[in-house]
């Protein structure tokens, strides 16, 4: 929790001429308040309560504002005249102790930038605006990802200009402690260094993030030209202000789900109130099921069965509803498949493993064999369409031919491959498919659900039940003749997954297939470079999860290396297939071969820290 805030206010305001001949600049009025008093305010009501203020030309005005405000603390920097704000910043090094929020003294702006910086968890922001055209912009230049290249009034400096520092960031005590050494060294040769430029200095070895918001509100105070604006443009704007939606700020998943969303579906999860069991819901949720169907299957023949809880809820609710008092054959090349062995073990189910290689696809006259020795014996096959353990994609079109004939209905978990690897049912004699909201169709977890053959679903209707949340038929049922889910549904995240659909439909599931190939490509040509090994032979690769051989460098730690991207924003998932120490690097969800790109020169970065 940040409660301290800093306001540098040693300067002179000069550029104002005689309106700061009398009073410091950040006592210029408008409306009848000085403009500080009002951003003290504002500090307040966003829970600050400790208010350092850097004073330096006619500090009495602020001595007497402390009087008047209990939370504020005055330092002085006696030097005001000759140095610049970073030098006031330095005199705090006694007083300072916490993260804070640090602003310019002559800022008007719309308060909601204050409760956004204090609601990121990232230590570091910099509040950033697109163009105002206010002469005398700070300028920054970002990364892909908008963490903090450079920043100057210089257009020329840049290689880009990005965005436009409004003059409030968020800074963690390690990134003041590395600005005031950085300074200390460089005081000597000139004073009057900015914090900007302290904070360009430490953004070579720490990211700091840019966070931009496009028509932000805000102006600063230091001609009388900026003064007009403010007064004409800006605080009439800002009084017309009542609800501002901002951004989300978007980060780089590439661990293998919950997958990184679009804007628009994170935004759709804040609706007004309602009951789940108001047919409007009932209405979101059969249109949620018959998309979700006709992405994969003839709606007449196949339906869809939702489920709130994660995947494994949907894989246990088939596998515990539809055995009955069959045999099941589970095909394992991976944890997923175990996992299901281990469901089915819990419910006592009759059931036996055929283990595959986790690198090697799957042999079919082995399977066949099977199933020829054990004639009339297994009534159900489960296998994971795409293992996201290792990323190896079964061919599950061939293994549902392979069921068809010998008259045994197909169970796929294909939590990691539906929405982006086209699937059909009909043709590939599938009988049940299981997957959830939150991997490649890019929506919020808690859904899962089961697609189901309509016939096959029926006839389990007499079936003694094992289960009671998960009874497949039940849920069925219930929904088929109430339009209401049996127990509460996770009413929001149906909202971000109609958004989610939406988008997928959009995008096309073919499309979207190339996008992440692209990814994926993108990904296998870098670690080429980097000389980094993956596991599975590249000709079985899913294209969607690629297991890498963690590096066998002195030094390395996958801990390390996880922590080092996360603070660009960058998520990866560690792995384990065998003995094999592995990590995996997933490139589903709304991201694209740039982001790839982007992780690939911070994973460099990395190694070359250790190589
Ligand atoms: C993600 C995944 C699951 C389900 O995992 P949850 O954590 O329960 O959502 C099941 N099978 C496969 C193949 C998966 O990739």
Not at 246 to 265: C, E, K, M, Q, S
Not at 302 to 314: D, H
Not at 353 to 360: D, K, T
Request: negative net charge; proline residues 3%.
């Amino acid at each position: 929790m940040v409660n301290t805030a800093v306001i540098v206010a040693a300067g002179l305001g000069s550029r104002l001429k005689e309106r700061t001949t009398h009073q410091p600049k950040g006592f210029v009025e408008i409306d009848g308040l000085a403009i500080v008093e009002r951003s003290i305010q504002q500090l307040i009501a966003s829970g600050i309560t400790h208010i350092v203020i850097g004073t330096g030309y006619l500090s009495a005005f602020y001595e007497e504002l402390a009087g008047k405000y209990p939370q504020i603390n005055c330092v002085h920097n006696k030097d005001y005249q000759d140095s610049g704000s970073m030098y006031t910043l330095y005199q705090m090094r006694d007083t300072l102790d916490s993260d804070f929020l640090l602003l310019e003294s002559d800022l008007l702006y719309d308060p909601s930038g204050l409760k956004y910086l204090l609601h990121d968890s990232t230590q570091d922001i910099i509040l950033a605006s697109g163009t105002t055209h206010s002469n005398d912009e700070v300028y920054i230049e970002y990364d892909h990802n908008h963490f903090l290249v450079n920043m100057s009034k210089q257009l020329s400096v840049l290689k880009s200009a990005d965005a436009e520092l409004v003059g409030i960031c968020k800074i963690s005590i390690d990134t003041y402690k590395r600005m005031c050494q950085w300074s200390a060294e460089v005081f000597a040769q000139h004073w009057k260094w900015d914090y900007e430029q302290a904070l360009v200095a430490v953004s070579k070895n720490k990211p700091l993030l840019v966070q931009k918001i496009e028509h932000y509100v805000w102006c600063e105070i230091d001609t009388e030209e900026h003064l007009v604006r403010a007064k004409q443009d800006i605080y009439p704007k800002l009084q017309h202000i009542t609800e501002q939606s901002f951004p989300v700020r978007r980060n780089i998943l590439l661990n293998p789900g919950p997958a990184t969303t679009t804007d628009t579906v994170k935004l759709a999860q804040v609706i007004p109130d309602i009951c789940p069991r108001e047919t409007e819901f009932g209405e979101l949720m059969k249109w949620t099921a018959d998309q979700l169907t006709s992405f994969v299957a003839p709606i007449d023949q196949f339906t869809t069965v939702l489920f709130g809880g994660s995947g494994t809820a949907a894989v246990e609710a088939v596998l515990s509803s539809v055995v009955g008092e069959g045999k099941l054959l589970i095909i394992s090349n991976g944890a997923y498949g175990e996992r299901m062995a281990e469901i089915v073990g819990a419910y006592g189910i009759d059931h036996e493993v055929f283990a595959s290689s986790p690198i090697m696809p799957l042999a079919f006259d082995e399977i066949e064999q099977v199933l020829q020795h054990n004639s009339n014996v297994f009534t159900h096959v489960a296998v994971v369409h795409h293992e996201t353990t290792s990323g190896i994609l079964n061919d599950i079109h061939k293994l549902g031919q392979l069921c068809a004939r010998y008259n045994i209905d197909l169970i796929a978990d294909a939590m990691s491959s539906y929405g982006a690897i086209p699937i059909d049912m009909l043709h590939s004699h599938i009988s049940f498919l299981i997957s959830s909201s939150n991997k490649n169709l890019q929506g919020m977890a808690g859904i899962s659900f089961v697609i189901a053959n309509r016939a096959k679903l029926q006839a389990l209707q007499n079936h003694t039940p094992r289960n009671y949340y998960l009874n497949l038929y039940r849920q069925y049922e219930y929904f088929e003749k109430t339009g209401q889910m049996r127990f509460t549904p996770p009413v929001q995240t149906f909202y971000a997954l109609k958004q989610a659909i939406i988008e997928t439909q959009q995008e096309g599931i073919a499309e979207r297939y190339q996008r992440y190939t692209h990814s994926w490509e993108t990904l296998i040509a870098g670690l080429d470079q980097l000389e980094l090994q993956y596991l599975v032979p590249l000709e079985h690769h899913s294209k969607i999860i690629t297991t890498i051989q963690e590096p066998t460098i002195d030094g390395y730690d996958f801990d390390q290396m996880h922590d080092y991207l996360y603070r660009y924003g960058i998520t990866i998932y560690p792995g384990k297939i065998g003995k094999l120490s592995s990590f995996r690097i997933a490139n589903i969800g709304e991201i694209d071969h740039q982001d790839i790109t982007y992780f690939l020169e911070k994973l460099g970065d990395y190694l070359n820290t250790i190589r």
